[in-house]
């Protein structure tokens, strides 16, 4: 049972030095044993709390955080597999003013308090980031009753999976809304900080951020924030009492990443390799691509939301022909051309996370109704023109200094296809764009259709994996194949 009880009390030290899953203060006494049972007691419960936090002696801001523990929502093999849900109330939230993000930690099965944390988001914009762990991420997956069965695919059985709704407004997240990548980038960041308040034994562990299609432009933007601010810190300047983020890599999918890469090789993905659209809409489109590649340009040379919105104007009708019942996003696959979302999946999870049970089990307040996609978020984003940017560029600084980059693309979207995906990653201004543009795609080790092009040591620094038989959610298409690339790529070891 969820208690509504508010618990106001000092969470115990998120003091580095602490050993793990053990709290202690510079001024501590048998106070911080104590609150430390009465923080597992809370988590265990459900409570909301609002946490004045005392980090070394020093009085941190309160903010709003729930956390719900499950033995066996969502659990895997032999009902292995715990997680825990809640809320982080954001910079500026209120009881009035809500800013409220929602998250599902999934432990790994092995080992959880030390292996990695993966930070898996959503795209749209407007996608859920809990969409991921129920469609294969996580202990559990999705049925077409809306119930759950246990995974064999799990990334959570070696890795922590932390599944976020991002932005606010996205899934179950509520309040304050943003309406561009570089903000919500910055929430992320407030809320990772408050996560590793509560969950502070994770906050040293080698930390991962992966998302796809729009998480093309989400992913850069995090990994920028934290970067930034991991830098600051080293040299005294960051924020007050936040705790370094061992960010460690980026993992992304079939990404919207650069308009411009983006459409100047859809046609060649839609007419030439895949047969999309019939010869009649290919030589139409042709002649307004000039067009839109130069409304990119201008709107790039000259960014404002109206140079931004025009662009989008103009080339969106590239993406609007007549598909003959083919699906965009795999094109092996059947779909309506009137219903734009092509997986019924989606609506599997809607009706599990919107069943009384499990709202209670993961602590959703009255009048928040899950959607699998918010069309108010991508409307604001849109109306902001936040898809025509270069994000792809901020990969090179992060490469730069070490973090590692992976793209692992199903060949058979049309969507966010292959060829405008490496294209930008050729185009690349990192140290590696001369080996990675010269480097040979090496067939995949294994029965699996896929190359690689890796450069660097292990997994590599900068990673570029193509899937033969997988659309544009690759987990979805290659659950077992995506496994291997993951279980290899963040302990960066060699796919052979």
Same mark, same amino acid.
């Given at each position: 049972?969820?208690?509504?009880? *508010? ?22 006494? !048998? ?48 009902? *292995? ?16 003013? #809500? ?32 969409? !991921? ?59 990772? %900080? *408050? ?33 930034? %601010? /991991? ?23 079939? #990404? ?40 990119? %340009? ?46 019924? @999946?989606?609506?599997?999870?809607? *009706?599990?996370?919107? /069943?009384?049970?499990?709202? @209670? ?22 109306? @902001? ?10 990969? +090179? ?49 294994? @029965? ?19 899937? +033969?038989? +997988? ?6 298409? %290659? ?16 796919? !052979?």
């Amino acid at each position: 049972m969820v208690s509504s009880k *508010k618990e106001p009390y000092i969470l115990p030290s998120n003091d580095l030095d602490a050993p793990t899953k053990r709290f202690r203060s510079t001024s501590g006494g !048998n106070w911080v044993l104590a609150l430390s049972v009465l923080t597992a007691v809370s988590m265990a419960l459900g409570y909301i709390c609002i946490y004045p936090v005392l980090t070394n002696g020093v009085h941190r801001a309160q903010f709003h955080a729930t956390v719900n523990s499950h033995a066996s929502l969502c659990a895997g093999a032999d009902g *292995k597999g715990a997680s825990h849900s809640g809320y982080i109330g954001l910079k500026g939230d209120n009881e009035d003013a #809500p800013k409220r993000s929602f998250y599902w930690l999934f432990e790994a099965q092995n080992d959880s308090e030390n292996v990695p944390v993966i930070l898996t988001i959503g795209g749209g914009p407007g996608t859920s980031g809990i969409l !991921n762990p129920l469609l294969g991420q996580s202990h559990c997956a999705i049925k077409e009753d809306g119930t759950t069965t246990s995974n064999p695919n799990a990334w959570s059985e070696h890795f922590n999976l932390l599944a976020l709704d991002h932005p606010i407004g996205v899934g179950f997240s509520y309040g304050t809304m943003v309406n561009n990548s570089r903000d919500a980038a910055i929430d992320v960041y407030d809320f990772l %900080q *408050k996560f590793f308040v509560l969950f502070p034994h994770l906050s040293r562990n080698k930390f991962v951020v992966a998302g796809g299609s729009y998480g093309g432009i989400y992913v850069p933007h995090i990994a920028t924030v934290i970067h930034e %601010q /991991n830098l600051a810190l080293a040299r005294g300047e960051g924020q007050p009492d936040a705790v370094h983020i061992n960010l460690d890599s980026l993992m992304i999918s079939n #990404p919207w990443s650069d308009a411009l890469s983006h459409y100047r090789w859809l046609l060649k993905q839609s007419c030439d390799n895949t047969h999309l659209y019939n010869e009649t809409a290919c030589t139409e489109l042709y002649g307004v691509l000039p067009t839109c590649l130069e409304a990119i %340009q201008y709107a790039y040379d000259f960014p404002s939301a109206q140079n931004r919105n025009a662009a989008l104007g103009t080339c969106v009708p590239l993406k609007l022909a007549d598909t003959n019942g083919t699906m965009m996003e795999n094109v092996k696959k059947k779909c309506d051309a009137a219903d734009r979302i092509c997986w019924p @999946e989606f609506a599997w999870v809607e *009706k599990f996370l919107n /069943n009384a049970s499990t709202r @209670e089990q993961l602590g959703i307040p009255e009048g928040v109704e899950y959607q699998a996609i918010n069309t108010e978020v991508h409307g604001k984003f849109w109306a @902001e023109g936040d898809h025509i940017q270069r994000a792809y560029l901020m990969y +090179a600084p992060l490469l730069d200094d070490g973090i590692r980059v992976l793209h692992y693309i199903g060949k058979l979207d049309a969507n966010c296809g292959w060829p405008g995906i490496l294209s930008f990653l050729r185009l690349l201004p990192s140290r590696f764009q001369e080996q990675f543009r010269d480097a040979p795609d090496v067939p995949w080790p294994s @029965e699996d259709v896929a190359t690689a092009r890796v450069i660097g040591e292990g997994a590599g620094n900068m990673t570029f994996v193509l899937m +033969a038989e +997988a659309g544009h959610l690759v987990v979805l298409d %290659q659950p077992k194949l995506v496994k291997n690339i993951v279980e290899h790529w963040v302990d960066n070891r060699p796919f !052979n």
